[in-house]
């Protein structure tokens, strides 16, 4: 008779936990359906605000930037073309934050939250230029050039800033013919960026055909400024220290995966200047950054210190484009740190 009631508490008991079991599934799977709703409902509210922020600049740049004698001008004041949600834009979160990009009638790309552009430019347009639109010789001059595009930053609204320095100014560039290419650079307390790493370089450009108008702008002015630009270390306090410093380059595991020794001198010191940097830590393994996947925090004032390398076994410098020929080392002007390092 126990065992009976024994068995009979045993089943009522499991068929509990099993019900219970059960409902908990249940229970567990609609929490999880919910939140995979909301998040593709997020998701569907994020893509409809990108794609009007895409509509809504393109709308405004084609009828301040696109001439009305540009080929095939109706196009342009057509609503813009990519794709639609989701397929017409891209977002990208690397070393300028986070960035909406789109291809149509004009490309763009912009910051995500503030809707700042980084890019505008017609492809097409450029195309049709670069191709039929043979002019050799400018009309404008340089005066009138950097004066025009002027004028075009203010149209995409943005205003030089006062620390901008103008770098160049380029009619019949090789990218971008029979057209003026004008570039600016910002500074920091009277002093140049460091242009070396190319993807990083900051600067402000707008190229335009005199005939047909704009035809890109680009914009690259994501760093900090430097804290402080009061330089306490001499350039041969630069010097000295830099040399020292250059023969860890060599040992660094980013230079050993790119090079089948490290077996080099620095032999010849090409430039010595002071340049706000952008610290990667090259030669700290713990802290060394050699790709930005985010925006930079902090800028550095420093002794760019350029030497020229030699492979001390063959007494080259830079044969058959295997050996690297340059060195940079950055020492910070203010407290002499090393605070970064690059090689060819």
């Not at 939250?113 to 400018?138: E, G, S, W």
């Not at 270390?233 to 830099?242: Q, V």
């Amino acid at each position: 008779m126990k065992s009976n009631v024994l068995f009979a508490s045993c089943v009522i008991s499991l068929s509990f936990i099993s019900v219970f079991a059960i409902l908990s599934v249940l229970s567990f799977s609609r929490v999880r359906a919910q939140e995979k709703a909301t998040c593709a409902s997020e998701k569907r509210a994020w893509q409809q605000t990108d794609w009007a922020a895409v509509t809504n600049l393109y709308r405004i740049y084609a009828s301040k930037l696109v001439s009305t004698n540009v080929p095939g001008y109706e196009e342009y004041r057509q609503p813009f073309r990519g794709g639609g949600v989701p397929s017409g834009y891209e977002i990208r979160s690397d070393y300028e934050g986070e960035t909406v990009t789109a291809e149509g009638q004009l490309n763009l790309s912009f910051n995500r939250r503030t809707l700042t552009p980084y890019r505008i430019y017609n492809k097409k347009l450029i195309d049709f230029v670069n191709t039929n639109a043979v002019q050799k010789v400018p009309t404008l001059t340089m005066t009138e050039a950097v004066r025009e595009a002027k004028r075009y930053l203010e149209l995409i609204g943005i205003p030089l800033s006062s620390n901008v320095i103008l770098t160049s100014c380029i009619f019949n560039d090789p990218y971008y013919k029979h057209s003026w290419t004008i570039t600016w650079e910002p500074t920091a307390g009277g002093h140049a960026y460091d242009t070396v790493m190319e993807p990083y370089v900051q600067f402000v450009s707008v190229i335009f055909n005199e005939r047909y108008g704009f035809l890109r702008f680009h914009m690259q002015d994501y760093w900090p400024l430097p804290k402080s630009t009061d330089v306490k270390l001499t350039r041969e306090e630069a010097l000295t220290k830099a040399e020292r410093a250059a023969p860890l380059v060599f040992k660094t595991p980013m230079f050993r995966a790119r090079n089948g020794h490290s077996d080099y001198k620095v032999r010849t010191v090409e430039e010595i200047a002071l340049r706000v940097y952008l610290p990667n830590w090259a030669l700290d393994p713990k802290r060394a950054v050699w790709i930005r996947d985010r925006p930079p925090t902090e800028t550095r004032l420093c002794w760019m210190v350029h030497f020229v390398t030699v492979d001390v076994h063959t007494g080259k410098t830079g044969e058959h484009g295997n050996n690297p020929q340059y060195v940079w080392i950055y020492v910070d002007a203010v407290t002499g740190e090393i605070v970064g390092a690059n090689f060819t």
